[in-house]
């Protein structure tokens, strides 16, 4: 899978659109870019995921450059409750059987009030 | 929450004792996976599962075995649990679409 870099930590003010970068400069024709969260004291959240085209959920936006090497995730109105570590994955889908994800460091995401 | 629960949700155990920790989901997906996660290193993977009796090793499974003799409860042993394995555990699975659930995770502490 490709490698991953964000930033360790970002604020946010409530109310506003939280974007939150990641680089995948490696990334393979058939990579995916996956997004999870995790809330304080919470197992991880899957939150969105996508190949090339920008894609959109009831959770948030995912905006990827059109060469894939980049993507920028969009909470559109942030609030106290958007408060984690926000995690960037890039792999390829498979249903091989050596399939596995791995996690990064993550950026967190604070909201402030 | 994809129907992943996970116990216990918290446990104290000694140093030397053996622990199992289970997970159990209601939704017939093929792939189960075992994490730890601890300040400053994230997520880690410890052992997944591709079917029943399909298990194989993460980037951290030493000291650790698994089982799953049922496609609905993925089991982590530590057969003699270390103070180094105290660390909060999260199961997860992966849907055919590519994305993981987890569950809420076992506080484990090893005195």
Redesign the interface.
């Known amino acids: 899978d490709a490698k991953t870099t964000q930033p360790p930590s970002m604020d946010c003010a409530e109310g506003r659109a939280a974007n939150l970068p990641c680089n995948h400069s490696t990334i393979s024709g058939n990579e995916?870019v996956?997004w999870?969260r995790q809330i304080h004291?919470?197992?991880?959240?899957?939150i969105i995921?996508g190949l090339k085209n920008n894609e959109t959920n009831e959770m948030a936006s995912l905006i990827i450059t059109e060469d894939r090497k980049s993507s920028t995730l969009i909470l559109p109105h942030a609030t106290l409750r958007d408060t984690a570590v926000y995690?960037c994955i890039v792999?390829a889908?498979?249903?091989n059987?050596?399939?596995?994800?791995?996690?990064?460091?993550?950026t967190r995401l604070h909201i402030l009030p | 929450d994809a129907g992943i629960t996970q116990s216990p949700r918290h446990k104290v155990t000694e140093t030397g004792t053996p622990v199992t920790l289970r997970c159990h989901q209601t939704e017939n997906h093929r792939?189960m996976?075992w994490?730890r996660q601890d300040p400053g290193h994230?997520?880690?993977?410890i052992h997944?599962s591709?079917?029943v009796k399909?298990t194989?090793k993460?980037?951290v499974s030493d000291g650790y075995s698994v089982s799953r003799s049922k496609t609905e409860d993925f089991l982590l042993t530590l057969e003699s649990a270390t103070s180094s394995q105290t660390s909060v555990y999260?199961c997860?699975i992966?849907t055919?679409g590519?994305?993981?659930?987890?569950?809420?995770?076992t506080r484990l502490t090893v005195t």
């Open positions: 995916y996956y999870y004291s919470q197992g991880p959240q899957y995921h995690y792999r889908y498979s249903m059987r050596d399939d596995k994800i791995i996690f990064g460091k993550g | 792939y996976y994490y994230g997520l880690r993977l997944y591709y079917g399909d194989d993460g980037e999260f997860a992966r055919t590519g994305e993981q659930y987890f569950g809420p995770g």
